[in-house]
């Protein structure tokens, strides 16, 4: 406003009354250091919007990490992994592009939100006191670029729905296939999903041509809009400069001051586009981080081990959204120094009953508990973290971090010597190994099969009372599979541990103490 009046000055001086550049003086340097003062308030909006920007997303990012790292309630897919096992595709792309996407809404949107609040009523307040029937057609001009936004709105937010949906369904899918590739070629399918692939990305970039087809109409509008109602006024001022009516420094105040009314209008509407994306990815991320955690574990103190027994009686499990019970009504018992051997059809409940044992996921019937005669206390009542002070768990795909072997398999025992290392290492056929050899980023640099010896490693270097594994010996040679199963079998027999795997070869069943099928049964839809 002032930046106009300074203007509107100048010129007016100029023209009508002759004035120099030595008369203009004070008002130039006033407009020079208004223009100093503009950029620098502009700069320091950008640095704070960046700064807010980059401590919202830490936060969200920390919050979402920590939040699917915790097992979820009611979801077929919860295990070890937390609320992300089956969804690591949409966590990796909310926790990176995702959000970084709401750099736009919090450097672009949001300064943007106030000042459309603020500015055009301080405009049309200034042009009251010069001209009222410029401030009269402001006053109703204004309001229909909001009206268009809302009308253009409510349309785009379905586009950008679909836009996220596709995204998410292609990073996902992209990931799955990326991480299954090498089994895929081994079988010729890796042709098949190249092509679905090829379906997902078509998909998304139909549906991004869509968004940005819509998002372009509406500048266009939102524009034109604006455009119409500043000649409305620009017009209106002509005339009445025509007629005399209206001075000159008057006029030229209101024709340079009546666009800033619509400016911060304009630029809302095409930075409510430019964020819209990140806007989408903080819902897909509220939705996950607000989503119910399941409260596991009680206060009850674990019996004494390894004395007490594994007892699974009747446990049945309903999975969410599907006409399945798996498992339904496994029973068992594991006592110290026996190893029993879990078998059924795939998609049993097999993993499942193990992540009920661990205390990651409760049962829809039934319990498991652990006895000491004729008193016994069910897992879920447990104190947690002491419950699993007492068990090693192997998963049938041990994860690895990008460390040594050594580092690697310390993570069952941190206090474990190099010796006990390359003993356990030995145990389980990977002698040859070099502890010190640096693995990539989930094992890259040794094969599944030493992989999945790895994750056995880990779990009987723990010295725990309870040995979980889950197909221990899928994917291994002849030799390697004797080599793990005599390490077990030690675990059970020399350290007197209780060991339950699940397992379908003939020669880990032979291990076995006792044998327990493991069955689903089809029910009513979940």
Request: charged residues 20%; glycine residues 8%; contains cysteine.
């Amino acid at each position: 406003m002032v930046q106009a009046a300074l203007l509107a000055t100048a010129i007016t001086s100029a023209f009508l009354e002759g004035a120099g550049v030595a008369a203009l003086g004070t008002t130039l340097a006033a407009l020079a250091l208004i223009l100093v003062l503009r950029a620098v308030v502009a700069w320091a909006q950008e640095w704070v919007a960046r700064y807010c920007s980059a401590a919202v997303k830490s936060a969200l990012r920390m919050q979402l990490l920590r939040r699917a790292s915790v097992p979820e309630s009611g979801r077929a897919e919860s295990s070890p992994g937390g609320a992300g096992s089956g969804r690591s595709g949409e966590i990796a792309t909310l926790a990176t592009r995702g959000l970084d996407a709401l750099d736009l809404y919090f450097a672009r949107y949001l300064p943007q939100l106030v000042l459309s609040a603020i500015v055009p009523v301080a405009v049309v307040v200034c042009l009251a006191f010069a001209d009222a029937l410029a401030a009269a057609t402001v006053a109703l001009t204004v309001p229909l670029i909001p009206l268009f936004m809302v009308l253009i709105g409510s349309a785009t937010e379905r586009r950008r729905t679909r836009r996220w949906t596709a995204l998410t369904r292609l990073s996902s899918h992209f990931l799955d296939v990326v991480a299954g590739l090498p089994t895929l070629r081994v079988f010729g399918r890796a042709g098949a999903q190249l092509s679905r692939l090829e379906a997902v990305t078509d998909e998304y970039r139909r549906e991004s041509l869509a968004t940005l087809r819509v998002a372009f109409l509406s500048a266009f509008a939102l524009e034109l809009a604006a455009t119409l109602s500043v000649a409305l006024v620009a017009v209106e001022v002509g005339l009445r400069l025509v007629d005399g009516s209206l001075d000159l420094r008057t006029g030229l105040f209101v024709l340079v001051l009546a666009p800033e009314a619509y400016l911060p209008l304009r630029q809302l509407g095409a930075s409510f586009h430019a964020s819209e994306e990140g806007l989408g990815a903080a819902d897909a991320a509220f939705a996950i981080i607000e989503s119910a955690p399941q409260v596991m574990g009680g206060h009850e103190p674990v019996p004494s081990l390894p004395a007490a027994e594994i007892r699974v009686e009747g446990v049945t499990v309903r999975q969410p959204g599907r006409s399945l019970e798996a498992p339904w009504r496994a029973s068992a018992v594991v006592r110290p120094g026996e190893v029993v051997a879990l078998t059924g059809a795939s998609g049993a409940g097999k993993s499942t009953l193990l992540e009920i044992i661990l205390g990651l996921r409760r049962p829809d019937e039934g319990r498991v508990a652990v006895a000491t005669g004729e008193s016994s206390v069910a897992v879920a009542d447990l104190d947690r973290a002491e419950w699993h002070r007492h068990v090693a768990w192997a998963p049938q795909h041990p994860y690895c971090f990008p460390a040594t072997v050594t580092e690697n398999v310390r993570l069952g025992q941190p206090g474990a010597s190099d010796e006990e290392v390359s003993e356990v290492l030995a145990a389980v056929g990977l002698a040859d190994l070099d502890p010190r050899t640096r693995l990539g980023e989930g094992g890259a640099g040794i094969s599944s099969g030493q992989r999945r010896r790895l994750g056995v490693a880990r779990a009987l270097l723990r010295r725990s009372d309870l040995l979980l594994l889950d197909e221990p010996t899928a994917g291994l040679d002849a030799d390697s599979e004797t080599a793990v199963l005599r390490a077990i079998r030690a675990a059970a027999r020399d350290g007197g541990r209780a060991v339950l795997l699940v397992a379908h070869r003939p020669a880990a069943l032979a291990v076995a103490d006792r044998v327990v099928a493991i069955v689903a049964r089809s029910g009513e839809r979940a």
